[in-house]
């Protein structure tokens, strides 16, 4: 009985393994853990920011090894930009006048502070005003582009280089 569980156990994290890696290799995406940080105030010349997602939910910042996301449709609102998801290329685009009214939605006054996890996913393409663009944290390593709740998110720091 043991010898079967065992076989039965080895098997299970082969399988997984082999799953996982197979996952990992397709599109080189991982798994992190960060924090979901409501209590961060974004102010944007002078006035704070309170950002929703398409589906009006409100998209909080989001901490990660000392870099701060924020909902990249966020990003492009503040630049009165047009953002677009490719799902078939995993491309956003940020570019055009935007034509649409930013995102809205009710507070979510419950929210706080929390660990959570994140998929960071490398092989996500991000192109402004026509120009695929790489991130970096401030001391030079490339930041990939996080996703949460099916948002898609980007360090603060980009925010400013790109505006």
Known sequence: ?????????????????????????????????????????????????TFFNSQGQEVHPISYAGTTYLPLR????LMDKNVNWDAATCTVTIGGERVTADASGQ???????????????????????????TFYDGNGKKCDPAVYQGSVYL???AIGEIM
Do not use: F, H
């Open 1 to 49: 009985m043991k010898q079967k569980l065992c076989l039965l156990a080895v098997s299970a994290m082969t399988i997984a393994a082999l799953w996982g890696g197979t996952a990992l290799a397709a599109n080189g995406a991982y798994t992190v853990s960060a924090q979901l940080s409501p209590d961060i105030t974004i102010n944007i010349d002078g006035a704070t920011k």
């Open 74 to 77: 966020a990003i492009g609102e």
């Open 107 to 133: 507070r979510d006054t419950n929210a706080k502070t929390q660990a959570i996890r994140v998929a960071m996913e490398p092989s996500y393409t991000i192109v402004i005003d026509g120009v695929q663009r």
């Open 155 to 157: 360090p603060i720091r």
